[in-house]
């Protein structure tokens, strides 16, 4: 299903909504369907990601500032363990959502 699909969404992207097969039913608007959240999980979770590092980055770097920190490198020390922890814990996020058995769901494999 997934080859000839694709060969005509590739060939003319609209006609993939009227192919109806001999049993009466869409298959290829419902391929279509997940072909998409395929593609925008495989985009949106890389940015998502990243907005969420830049997002603790800024809240960690706030964080270290009330902790009144007798000095500058201090301060930036703290900030510094901060974000190596939260780095540890976002790989270990990732890891298991790598591995998360979801295939089931989605006609093409993620990662």
Do not use: H
């Not at 608007?29 to 990243?50: D, E, F, H, M």
């Not at 270290?64 to 540890?88: P, R």
């Amino acid at each position: 299903m997934y080859c000839y699909c694709k060969t005509q969404y590739l060939a003319s992207p609209t006609s993939v909504f009227s192919i109806v097969f001999s049993d009466g039913k869409k298959y290829c608007q419902t391929w279509l369907s997940k072909y998409y959240l395929t593609n925008v999980l495989v985009i949106g979770v890389p940015v998502l990601i990243a907005v969420a590092n830049a997002a603790a980055k800024v809240i960690l770097r706030y964080m270290s500032t009330l902790e009144k920190q007798q000095s500058i490198s201090v301060q930036i020390y703290s900030a510094t363990i901060n974000m190596m922890i939260m780095s540890f814990v976002n790989i270990g996020i990732v890891l298991l959502l790598v591995q998360l058995n979801i295939g089931f769901y989605l006609p093409v494999p993620i990662l």
